[in-house]
């Protein structure tokens, strides 16, 4: 079994923000395989299914970014998730908009949400899918900037970008980067 969490924030206000590219591509991951997330747990919602032939939950913590770690620790218990079969997927400032970058273990670099997992699940070594939301525009404040909604001319790039995460997480669940 797999667990994969897409990290965000709940509720409208923070929706179409950069720091919610998580939830987005989560969202993107359940309609391509005909999953819903809707069940309430782990403070959280959550939904069953199967991709490339194996079964996973789909997590989205409403712990709010920075306590993330929460909801995926609790479902990874409840489920007997090991880390080496947990998927995250965020936002990455230090990735340019719309790119995505995979790793199978790492530090959480500046994002506390990560921080958050890494600190709950005890460990760092677990895959991620990062969606490139960098760089900070001049004069704007980080917090600010994360929590802006995503521009009218840059959504289509970044929402095609979802896409491209889904592809990453199935070569996951595959083993295609275990090499």
């Keep these: 079994m797999w667990l994969i969490a897409g990290l965000g924030n709940p509720g409208t206000k923070y ?7 998580g939830f987005l591509a989560l969202d993107v991951l359940a309609e391509r395989h005909g ?9 959280g919602e959550y939904g069953k299914g199967r991709i490339e032939g194996e079964d996973v939950i789909l997590l989205k913590p409403f712990t ?3 306590n993330s770690g929460i909801s995926v620790a609790a479902a990874a218990r409840f489920f007997k998730v090991e880390p080496r079969n947990i998927i995250i997927i965020y936002d990455d400032i230090d990735i340019a908009a719309g790119k995505i970058r995979v790793r199978t273990k790492g530090s959480a670099g500046t994002h506390n949400g990560m921080k ?12 991620r899918v990062r969606i490139g ?9 980080l917090i600010d900037y994360v929590l802006s909604n995503v521009p009218e001319d840059k959504r289509l790039e970044i929402f095609d970008s979802f896409k491209e995460a889904c592809d ?8 295609k980067y275990d090499q």
Excluded: C, R
């Design 64 to 66: 709010f970014m920075n």
């Design 35 to 43: 999953i819903t997330i809707g069940k309430s747990k782990f403070d």
């Design 15 to 21: 929706y179409k923000t950069w720091h919610n590219m």
């Design 133 to 141: 939301t960098g760089p900070v525009p001049e004069h704007w404040d």
């Design 116 to 127: 958050s997992v890494i600190e709950h699940l005890g460990t760092n070594e677990f895959p």
């Design 168 to 175: 990453a997480v199935a070569d996951l669940i595959k083993g």
